[in-house]
């Protein structure tokens, strides 16, 4: 969303976003640059698991962001 431009934007991306193919150090980084960002903008983020996805991510509480949500399977 960001890299776009956007502003005050709700954005939401569909499943395959690659999340569980590195350590779960790296993506708290990666996710805590990107809420960053998206605060900034004030734009939220909706992430939907993919068959790609490791759902061990989408367990309540992993993640905590402000902007980021991880929405749970068949919800």
Do not use: M
Not at 31 to 55: A, C, M, Q
């Amino acid at each position: 969303c960001t890299q776009y431009g956007l502003q005050d934007a709700v954005c939401f991306c569909a499943g395959d976003i690659g999340l569980g193919f590195y350590k779960e150090d790296y993506y708290h980084q990666l996710f805590e640059k990107l809420n960053n960002e998206l605060v900034k903008s004030n734009t939220t983020l909706y992430l939907i698991r993919g068959n790609h996805d490791d759902p061990h991510y989408w367990t309540a509480g992993r993640f905590d962001f402000s902007n980021i949500f991880l929405i749970p399977d068949y919800t």
